[in-house]
């Protein structure tokens, strides 16, 4: 039987902060986190009251998000589950004994996340599961098909996922946090079930577990814990992996920020269908029919399409524009 390494043992201090591991997933992913933050930015208050007054948006990129965390969560529990001897037989036993050492369970979202997609989609929790197995999209299925492939090779990688998806809940995940906890997105949340937001009994995070941590000090103590567990580590790792889990990293950004851009189309075509299913708009497809020649019926319905989807971009243009010209007000103070 193959013995676990010692994390102790092994690792010893680090007193340059700029070679740390952290460090340098920071230092190269620092210009696509800044890209990500700015498309995620512009386009969650589209998704919050006034502009959406159900969760529909919001869930959508949510389910997106859990497939990430779903997928990792469980391939890192499956590896620390291991007895010594099946690590030692499936996994490189240092490279184990940092994964094991890393693992939080009361870090884990996979089932706040599923709480909330329960509740925002009002579905069972199998239902929510069977939505998540069977979601569509082409840069979605990349990224996983992605993840799948390289921890198969590389599961040390995984250190990657956990640090780039950890940590953003505790950046500008609070920033979110703060938007949908707004006094009207309680009436939003609740728009899909048959309570009212002045019930005594309603909790009022409900929805929203994913971004909370349990105790009293918010997942701070998590994340400090998390950080020196990851300190302990970075002498399990050689110069090789340690600069795979940095790639990963950007690979990280570059597969979220394409989802932004599917979500987009997603989200277009959403709205677009809601639209033509108005009675209103009913009726006028109805007199589009009857009283247009046949081939201006399809001109006209592309027509509106494009507006449809357009109007969705050009929010989300404006936003972004606000957004950077918030910006450089600020700089020239």
Not at 32 to 57: C, G, V, Y
Not at 88 to 113: E, G, W
Request: proline share 4%; glycine share 4%; aromatic share 8%.
């Amino acid at each position: 039987m193959a013995e676990q390494t010692d994390v102790s043992s092994k690792t010893g201090s680090n007193s340059n902060v700029e070679n740390t591991l952290p460090a340098q997933i920071n230092c190269a992913t620092r210009s696509s986190h800044t890209h990500l933050n700015r498309l995620i930015l512009a386009r969650l208050p589209l998704a919050l009251p006034p502009n959406s007054q159900s969760p529909e948006i919001y869930a959508t990129g949510l389910q997106r998000i859990a497939r990430i965390y779903l997928s990792f969560e469980s391939l890192w529990g499956e590896i620390v589950d291991f007895q010594p001897l099946e690590a030692s037989q499936a996994i490189d036993h240092c490279v184990f004994s940092a994964l094991k050492h890393l693992y939080m369970p009361n870090m884990l979202r996979t089932q706040s996340i599923r709480s909330d997609l329960s509740c925002l989609l009002h579905k069972s929790l199998e239902d929510v599961d069977n939505v998540l197995e069977h979601m569509e999209g082409l840069q979605l299925h990349r990224f996983l098909q992605h993840f799948e492939q390289i921890c198969v090779v590389k599961p040390h990688v995984l250190i990657a996922y956990a640090w780039v998806m950890y940590m953003a809940l505790f950046n500008g995940g609070r920033w979110i946090r703060a938007q949908l906890l707004a006094a009207k997105a309680l009436s939003w949340r609740l728009s899909t079930l048959d309570i009212t937001p002045e019930s005594d009994e309603i909790d009022p995070i409900l929805g929203l577990y994913f971004w909370h941590f349990p105790g009293e000090e918010d997942g701070e103590d998590m994340k400090n814990e998390f950080k020196a567990r990851l300190n302990d580590v970075e002498g399990l790792l050689d110069v090789e992996q340690r600069q795979d889990i940095v790639d990963e990293a950007i690979a990280i950004f570059k597969y979220l920020a394409l989802l932004v851009g599917e979500l987009d189309e997603i989200v277009a075509a959403k709205l677009s269908t809601v639209s033509t299913s108005s009675p209103s708009t009913v009726w006028s497809q109805l007199l589009v029919k009857h009283f247009l020649p046949l081939g201006m019926v399809e001109l006209i319905y592309a027509f509106l399409h494009w507006i449809r989807t357009r109007r969705w971009n050009l929010s989300i243009m404006a936003m972004r524009q606000q957004s950077q010209s918030n910006g450089d007000d600020r700089k020239r103070r």
